[in-house]
């Protein structure tokens, strides 16, 4: 593949440069066809990403929707085949201004104004489009050979919420019709396991824009799942001594002052309520209100360590652009602790925190992850807590109890939270990128902001460390993880309905009924298909729609010998139990918590 560099020379392309060029050139071709179709376009930034590209686009008061994507990329394909070439040219700064306020681009020239006044502005041309960009391209238009729009968006100019609100369209650039093919396969596999639409089917979650983006309601059968997940967890910690407490989801403005994260976090959060003289937030996270439980009474060198957990509810303003489901959004319940130990304990309680998160993968089955060594970017001054002391203590610290524990690890510059280093625990589910489901966070910084003491041997008095960790992150990003791995064919011990009793007709609908009554009071899930529909049709439901794990079929044989004939999602097959046999089973299958 030939490509042209913005001096002007042209050669083979390198193969890491390969895809972002086919990315970038599909931009400028895109923002081509989008001008020939809507003549009063301007045009923003326009870069290739990591997965495809993107333009900012201002369309005036036109609208424009999924639906008119297909037409810009039958006019893409037009430009595809005129096989124009493209042509780079430098211009000056005065040069660069006059060309792009004379073609109407104003985006473009605010862009030229932020850049230095020693930067080199080259623009590149195919046919009747000229764009400011430093390249390379691809040499003539011909050479995209596999491309697809896949979905429009909002976007601030700037990412600024007070400047105006662009339209983003996204894309897709291969090397060929069969990576596309390929690409578009991935595509089908993640809708098909879309914990959105996974959710909306099985009525686990519901989100409606009156109750506002990014706050998810649970419903019955997904709350079943998400009390689950709190027992679970929550039994694990008490089993390691931790405390359990509740906390409100409120707490004054003074409180994040104090802890640093209304310096360092306001953005994220929302904006403050001020009654009868105070300032009041929704709390982004729970670290604030659990040093002031620790501080509530005195402590010894004896009482530490001191775990206090915590099911947490937050609050986070997220960029509506970023919400998904209930993997991201603006109200969250975290399965969040703090321990509060001693120097000496650091590693013994790290040691802990890994032991149990890999403890809960290996319940999971999680097996797909990666460990993060997440640490500040010291140039950063805004974003970090300034103390170059405490950080090279904390980040030797938890690098030495990473190292001594055998655990494998990466590290990543300007990932740590801002008050200290910490382990990421990242996974990588069937379908999308990475993200974070654990972590485990070294704090010298917060403890000594909210002047924290424990009294020592010698009766001195010290400072404790903290260790911030959450071992399902939150539950409903865990639930989320759940559901696009399993396709929500949950394990019985989690599946919301976990028997589903279906009698053949109106004749054994009294036998069913007392099926039900029993199963139910063994405190099993259990539901009564009553419908006057067809027991295929019955079936099909409960497996498909509902994903329930057992299926009991009864009709008049299995009312006259007073056993029941049970279908096994799993295998398909169907079983003749009697009905304590079958109560055993499954009552014995929840309690050992069997993934299959």
Not at 193 to 210: A, C, Q, S, V
Not at 247 to 256: E, S
Not at 320 to 346: M, W, Y
């Amino acid at each position: 593949m030939k490509i042209i560099y913005n001096n002007g020379q042209s050669g083979d392309c390198p193969a890491e440069l390969e895809q972002e060029v086919l990315r970038h050139s599909a931009a400028h071709i895109m923002a081509q066809a989008v001008k020939r179709l809507y003549p009063q376009a301007h045009f923003a930034y326009g870069p290739a990403t990591e997965k495809g590209f993107y333009y900012d686009i201002d369309f005036g008061e036109e609208k424009i929707s999924e639906e008119d994507l297909p037409a810009i990329e039958k006019e893409m394909q037009k430009i595809v085949k005129e096989n124009l070439p493209f042509k780079v040219y430098p211009l000056s700064r005065e040069e660069a201004v006059k060309l792009m306020e004379e073609r109407g681009e104003l985006y473009k020239v605010e862009h030229i104004g932020d850049l230095p006044e020693d930067s080199v502005l080259t623009f590149y041309q195919q046919g009747e489009y000229i764009d400011m960009c430093v390249g390379p391209h691809l040499t003539y238009t011909k050479a995209l050979k596999a491309f697809k729009l896949t979905a429009i968006s909002g976007a601030y100019w700037k990412n600024d919420q007070k400047n105006k609100m662009l339209t983003r369209i996204n894309g897709v650039a291969f090397r060929t019709q069969e990576e596309l093919a390929a690409y578009e396969e991935r595509v089908k596999e993640a809708k098909a396991r879309d914990h959105r639409r996974i959710g909306k089917e099985m009525m686990l979650f519901m989100t409606d824009d009156l109750v506002g983006k990014g706050l998810p309601m649970f419903l019955p059968k997904g709350y079943t799942i998400w009390q689950q997940l709190e027992d679970y967890i929550k039994a694990k910690e008490r089993n390691l001594g931790y405390q359990h407490v509740m906390t409100p989801c409120v707490g004054t403005v003074d409180l994040y002052r104090t802890s640093g994260h209304w310096e360092h976090y306001k953005e994220n959060m929302f904006p403050a309520m001020e009654l009868e003289g105070e300032s009041f937030v929704l709390r982004p996270m729970n670290c604030p209100h659990h040093m002031m439980i620790y501080a509530n009474q005195l402590h010894s060198y004896r009482d530490l360590p001191i775990r206090i957990g915590e099911i947490a509810h937050d609050f986070r303003y997220e960029p509506s652009g970023t919400l998904k489901g209930i993997e991201r959004g603006r109200h969250f319940c975290q399965n969040d602790a703090h321990l509060f130990v001693t120097p000496e304990q650091i590693k013994d309680e790290v040691s802990s925190v890994v032991d149990l998160i890999f403890d809960v993968y290996k319940d999971f089955g999680i097996t797909d992850y990666r460990c993060v060594l997440s640490l500040r970017d010291p140039d950063d001054k805004v974003k970090y807590h300034q103390d170059d002391a405490m950080w090279e203590k904390a980040e030797s610290a938890l690098r030495e109890v990473l190292t001594e524990l055998g655990i494998n690890f990466t590290e990543e510059i300007g990932e740590a939270a801002f008050y200290g280093p910490k382990l990421d625990v990242n996974v990588q589910p069937a379908v999308g990128a990475e993200y974070t489901l654990s972590t485990c966070q070294l704090d010298f910084c917060l403890p000594a902001r909210f002047d924290l003491k424990y009294t020592d041997k010698d009766g001195s008095e010290k400072t404790p460390v903290v260790l911030h960790r959450a071992i399902l992150g939150s539950l409903d990003r865990f639930m989320a993880y759940l559901i696009e791995e399993t396709k929500g064919v949950f394990p019985v011990w989690l599946a919301p309905v976990q028997v589903k009793v279906l009698p053949v007709s109106e004749k054994s609908l009294d036998y069913a009924t007392e099926v039900f009554r029993a199963i139910r009071k063994a405190g099993i899930r259990v539901e009564l298909d009553e419908r006057n529909e067809k027991i295929g049709y019955k079936i099909r439901s409960a497996r498909q729609e509902d994903k329930v794990p057992y299926m009991l079929i009864l009709g008049e044989k299995e009312t006259a010998e007073g056993n029941i004939s049970v279908r096994d999602r799993a295998t398909d097959q169907t079983t003749v139990y009697s009905l304590d046999a079958f109560i055993s089973k499954v009552t014995e299958e929840i309690a050992n918590r069997v993934r299959g």
